[in-house]
């Protein structure tokens, strides 16, 4: 492998990082609305009286059934979002493991 192919490897390395630490920066929000909305339903199972839907800036009473129905597709959206970056990072990380050792294994035959 000539010093070019593996100068844009490293590069194609550090782009694959960045990607990695963008991934795991939304999978964090991700997770952090996943509880938030896994919170809200369990207040909502355990309240007694009217149930209220905030939208933009404005609360207004909302159906409890109607509300709980929102909530759950908000997790079931959010989990699949978080699958989906999970997988996406398992591929990317397996690409830069591939291309780790490929970048060592010549470095380590041009140092023999």
């Known amino acids: 492998m000539k010093d070019e192919q ?9 782009l694959i990082e960045q ?15 996943l509880m938030e909305t896994e919170n809200a339903l369990v207040e ?13 800036n404005v609360m207004i009473a909302s159906d409890k059934d109607s509300l709980k129905k929102d909530l759950e597709d908000k997790q079931e959206k ?9 997988k996406q990072e398992e591929r990317m990380q397996s690409h830069a493991k591939e291309l780790q050792n490929e970048v060592m294994g010549t470095l380590k035959k041009k140092n023999d």
């Open 6 to 14: 593996i100068k844009d490897k490293v590069n194609e390395l550090q």
């Open 19 to 33: 990607n990695l630490s963008n991934f795991m920066s939304q999978k964090q929000q991700f997770q952090g609305q």
């Open 44 to 56: 909502l199972s355990n309240s007694k009286g009217t149930a209220y839907k905030i939208i933009g």
């Open 78 to 86: 959010l989990n699949l979002r978080i699958k989906n970056i999970e």
